[in-house]
């Protein structure tokens, strides 16, 4: 059972334009959701996060935009960046229980090409 | 560079052997996460420590398990190994348990059984 589901495994964008990366979730406990950059041989890289209690956040290029009604985000890049050409994870989190741990749950990920 | 390192980078051993992956979190950070990421797949949660103590349980086989040092390293012991545990196994670390904040990444571990 796929809690975090990034139904798109790879999306390519002309340099400039603007990259919209999806992620649904099905677990209605998450409240809060990060994105995550991956270049090959290397760990998840951080990238945006956003509460429950928001639908809306910035940083910089990046914004994320969370729907909770349907259970949808999306992560939009503006302008995008040959840079950018990465690996994306979606990954959500949820209070375990009492015990303070806020293991992520990790979408598949999607593969973003920036095309210069 | 996010100051998580995990090593070794690549280990490559034979079924039935057992292994021990390292993990040094981000100065000051307590808590450790362990996940796996086979081929094709995301990370799956495997287990996390906060300041020495278990504090959750993903889907980690009965035939690994992990420990948080004083010093607030970890180590990811395989045992039993199979073709199956090939893939790559990552640490993160983050500040504290009680709070939800983003988690930082290690540069991972490669495992290849043969």
């Known amino acids: 059972d796929q809690q975090v589901k990034q139904n798109s495994p790879s999306l390519s964008v002309q340099e400039g334009r603007i990259s919209i990366l999806n992620c649904d979730y099905t677990?209605?406990?998450?409240?809060?959701f990060l994105w995550y950059k991956k270049y090959p041989a290397e760990g998840p890289t951080f990238l945006i996060s956003?509460?429950?209690?928001?639908d809306k956040n910035e940083d910089g290029r990046f914004t994320v935009f969370l729907n909770k009604s349907a259970k949808h985000l999306s992560l939009h890049i503006v302008p995008s960046q040959p840079g950018d050409s990465a690996v994306y994870f979606c990954?959500?989190?949820?209070?375990?229980?009492?015990?303070?741990?806020?293991?992520?749950?990790f979408g598949k990920g999607t593969k973003l090409s920036v095309i210069p | 560079d996010s100051g998580v390192t995990q090593t070794p980078k690549h280990l490559i051993t034979a079924t039935g052997q057992r292994v021990t992956l390292r993990c040094s979190p981000r100065?000051?950070?307590?808590?450790v996460y362990w996940y796996q990421q086979s081929l094709d797949q995301g990370l799956q949660f495997l287990i996390h420590?906060?300041?020495?103590?278990?504090?959750a349980k993903g889907n980690i086989l009965e035939r690994f398990s992990a420990q948080q040092f004083p010093d607030l390293h970890s180590e990811l012991n395989l045992s039993s190994l199979e073709l199956g545990d090939s893939a790559l196994y990552f640490c993160?670390?983050?500040?504290?348990?009680?709070?939800?904040?983003?988690?930082?990444f290690g540069q991972g571990t490669r495992l290849t059984v043969v």
């Open positions: 990954a959500a989190s949820t209070k375990y229980s009492g015990a303070g741990s806020y293991q992520l749950t």
């Open positions: 993160a670390s983050s500040a504290r348990a009680g709070v939800n904040t983003e988690a930082f």
């Open positions: 956003i509460s429950s209690i928001k």
């Open positions: 420590y906060y300041n020495g103590e278990e504090r």
């Open positions: 677990n209605s406990m998450f409240d809060y």
């Open positions: 100065s000051g950070d307590l808590s």
